[in-house]
């Protein structure tokens, strides 16, 4: 895998993902990339934090601003390892992120369900990096909780 490549880059949101696995949590995870230097990352802690909002593009959106010292992560991506919902993606839009990268497809929650223009007009989209890990960890937890 070569080094600084959309693989590369969803695996650490993979590896934020397993977190969220083994503490409970939907795994999700996501990073956010400017200049082929991680900024941001994050996995989903809705449980541990008690709040509906604490979602991985949330918390990894969040993190880079401060990195950056700036609200707007123009020339940034996030690779995030599950489609954005709609509240992720509302977010995404007022950040002005350039390209998001995203695993699976969320046919239940994800944006493109709802609006798939809800992105702003100059972010690129890019689907399906890594999908089969991606989605064989969302499909192992919910087969978990089943359990």
């Not at 993190?63 to 995030?80: H, S």
């Not at 390892?81 to 995203?102: D, K, N, R």
């Amino acid at each position: 895998m070569e080094l600084y490549s959309h693989e590369y880059f969803m695996n650490e949101a993979l590896k934020q993902a397993k977190i969220a696995f083994e503490e409970g949590e939907i795994p999700v995870g996501a990073v956010v990339v400017s200049k082929n230097r991680i900024i941001g990352r994050a996995y989903n802690q809705t449980e541990r934090l008690n709040d509906v909002t604490a979602h991985a593009e949330m918390l990894a959106i969040t993190a880079a601003a401060n990195t950056l010292g700036a609200k707007y992560l123009t020339d940034c991506r996030l690779y995030v390892t599950l489609e954005p919902c709609a509240m992720c993606a509302g977010a995404l839009y007022w950040s002005q992120i350039s390209e998001v990268y995203f695993g699976a497809s969320d046919l239940k929650r994800g944006f493109r369900q709802s609006n798939p223009s809800m992105l702003h007009p100059k972010t690129q989209v890019f689907s399906g990096i890594l999908i089969e890990e991606s989605e064989k960890l969302v499909l192992d937890f919910f087969k978990k909780l089943r359990e």
